[in-house]
């Protein structure tokens, strides 16, 4: 049984789509496609962090979001014609370009599916944007020419088994890793995509030169019962336009002649092996050129989740953070660009972010993230990406993407310790006497709530929760001292004054306001 891969793997569906690409223009400066410039990103879910000369872009599950000013303001690509309302699974930069891939849910089969809705991108920082319609095979697509081989190839022709979680670049050419449809590049700014053939899950190394007999299919098809883990791609990191990585659901690909032959690493075929098969990040270390890995549990009884590392080009590996769900890296260096002399390593995972100067030999994970100027909690412990910038002054912003909002400590000295601000998505209240809680509906076993509301005049406030019979589950303050603030954040957990998680259904919420008339609202609990 393969439970670990259940949330990722995708059923397949009868629904056929071109692999032929024909590129879209669409230009902002038009008033229906303006983004908006907001205080705030558009979303608290942020999967990926891209810092690009000194410009922050988010991939968020409500799009796009860009900060030309440290994050003072940003402009949200969200229902705007050329994102609409889609979610972002990856952003990257490479050829001239700013890149991102678009998906959403859709119901399939009674189930909520991600479904991949193709890439967008922009050769001018965002004003203009191109767009290329989901890479996916032609049902034709039955075959590729492998050195000396014809390899039969599975078509995978359905957006929902190409989605794409990871994209890198090498010199005109854009690699990207999209589940059940493998490594695919192109080298036509997305016109045209190949599928890139990897080693089948019984094999360490192909070649050209190979006389080879297995067909490229991530699951079982016309070509018969095999389905190989290695043909379903997670993860993808281009050194140079020679050594490429591969993030698979068994192992880690290299190669060193520009994706054309590739060896095999993984937690069974070495000595000092990964931790697990499944690899959902990689990144490289530049003070060491080491490579750094997410890696899964996938099938193996003796595999297990944590962080993989390799200072000799994945031969040999050092595994750290045992039992940890790792989702990306980050790295603070000391010292200038081809010169570093030191490097700490951030390691953002589903429990923490964790922080290690001595090359993973301990690891101190992040405190509790609150603003120092707002006193807002981050109030989460799920982090999913990880960036670090150095600032002109020299110090340095740690850029924190969580599933409950966006943090960035600014550090000229320390370990974690610095100057926190916390980003919250959130809406704007109309007037003192206004609050909102969200998100609303919420799952207390996944997430917190958050109350927002307003002081126009320094106050002791109460804030209580009670069920739809008006009877007491919580009181969440209780005569606490708030000073004149636009916004004041309190969290609820879900659960009642004996820690227990309460059951599915309406909640109200009373804060007062020392002697002002009491603010009310409403809260939906959905398991």
Known sequence: MRKILIIYL???????????????????????????????????????????????????????SKSSDNGLSWINFYNVQEFGTESISSVGYGNGAIWASTWHYENKLGSDIPVGTGIKYSTNQGQTWNKIPQPV???????????????????????????????????????????????????????????????????????????????????SGKFGSESYLNHRAFSVLAIDDNTIYVGTAGGINKSTDGGVSWIKFNHNNQTNPISGNFILSLEKNDYDNSIWAGTWKAEGT?????????????????????????????????????????????????NGCY???????????APEI?????????????????????????????WLGTINGLARLNETNGFWTGTWKVFLASEKLTSANDTYAFPNPFSPDAESIRIKYSTTQAANVTIRIFDFGMN???????????????????????????GKIVPNGVYFYRIDLGGSKPLYGKIMVIM
């Open 302 to 350: 003796s595999e297990y989740w944590g962080v993989s590392s390799s200072s000799d080009g994945g031969q040999n590996w050092k595994t750290y953070l045992t039992d940890e769900r790792v989702m990306d890296f980050g790295f603070k260096y000391v010292g200038n660009p081809g010169s570093y002399i030191s490097a700490d390593i951030f390691v953002a995972t589903q």
């Open 137 to 219: 095979d032609d049902p034709g697509d039955s075959s590729i020419v492998y050195g000396i081989n014809r390899i039969r190839a599975l078509p995978v022709t359905v957006a929902e088994q190409n989605f794409i979680y990871d994209i890198a670049f090498t010199s005109n050419t854009i690699w990207i890793a999209t589940f059940a449809g493998g490594l695919r590049k192109s080298t036509d700014m997305g016109q045209t995509w190949k599928r890139v053939v990897l080693p089948p899950d019984n094999l360490n190394s192909i070649k050209p030169t190979d006389t080879l007999k297995f067909s490229l299919q991530p699951q």
């Open 472 to 498: 007491l589950v919580k009181t969440l303050i209780q005569n606490v001292n708030k000073n004149i603030n636009s916004e004041n954040f309190e969290f609820w957990n879900g659960r009642d004054e004996n």
């Open 355 to 365: 922080r290690s100067s001595n090359n993973g030999s301990t690891w101190i994970a």
């Open 10 to 64: 995708i059923v397949a569906l009868t629904v056929n789509l071109i692999a032929q690409q024909k590129i879209i223009n669409y230009n902002l400066e038009k008033e229906n496609n303006a983004a908006s410039t907001d205080l705030t990103q558009q979303s608290n879910t942020i999967e990926k962090i891209l810092i690009q000369n000194n410009i922050i872009w988010l991939a968020t599950s409500k799009g796009l």
């Open 370 to 398: 609150i603003d120092d100027n707002k006193n807002v909690s981050l109030n989460t412990k799920h982090f999913r990406t990880v960036k670090v910038n150095r600032n002109q002054d020299n110090s340095t912003d740690i």
